[in-house]
């Protein structure tokens, strides 16, 4: 079961957002991520709790910032209900995507867990329903994705092996590079993995 730590910090400006404190492990529906994110300062800012079926789907996300909370599925597409800080309005959401994203790593696994795309396969587009910061307001958004490279690398506990994703925002067209190893983003624009404690999970086929 990996647990260990990402930075996360402005992929324009590098200026820090917090971090991210995770554990995950695949399971008997697929897979699950659970993480508590701090500020800067060390306070806390908010949670996540991710769970993909064999398939990749996502069976259940809740995520919480700014004492606002999201919990989603895959039903009809994606469907959503977000509560607001007093807890007394919350609004549904139903989009015909894919799957959902974030600010946490965990969205990036998920969304290749969903793909499985082999080297030199081309680029798949995929709509998603990201939650942005610092209030998870949903947004409809269209990725293009595309594993450029994949190669083992040899550490003292077996053989690791790495993803090289380019992933495309189809509306604004912006570029950027995403290496993964099983279960954990390793780097991506914005993340840094700080500490593992063990090793990537990885998938069965």
């Not at 994110?37 to 079926?53: A, E, I, K, N």
């Not at 499985?116 to 209030?135: I, K, N």
């Amino acid at each position: 079961m990996p647990r260990g730590r990402y930075s996360l910090h402005d992929p324009h400006d590098h200026t820090p957002l917090g971090e991210e404190h995770f554990q995950c492990a695949p399971g008997p529906s697929g897979w699950r991520y659970v993480a508590q994110r701090t500020s800067p300062s060390g306070d806390h800012t908010g949670s996540v709790d991710l769970t993909l079926d064999e398939l990749g789907r996502p069976l259940r996300v809740e995520l919480h910032a700014a004492s606002w909370q999201v919990r989603g599925a895959a039903l009809d597409g994606v469907t959503w209900v977000r509560t607001d800080p007093t807890g007394e309005h919350a609004t549904e959401g139903n989009v015909r995507a894919h799957s959902f994203t974030g600010a946490s790593p965990a969205f990036l696994v998920a969304v290749s867990r969903l793909l499985r795309l082999e080297p030199g396969a081309g680029s798949v587009r995929v709509r998603l329903v990201a939650f942005t910061d610092p209030v998870l307001a949903p947004l409809t958004l269209d990725q293009s994705w595309a594993l450029l490279d994949r190669t083992g690398h040899a550490t003292d506990t077996g053989p690791l092996v790495v993803d090289e994703y380019q992933v495309s925002e189809v509306d604004t067209g912006e570029v950027r590079t995403v290496h993964i190893a099983g279960d954990v983003v390793l780097a991506a624009p914005g993340i840094e993995l700080e500490d593992l404690e063990s090793p990537p999970s990885t998938f069965a086929a």
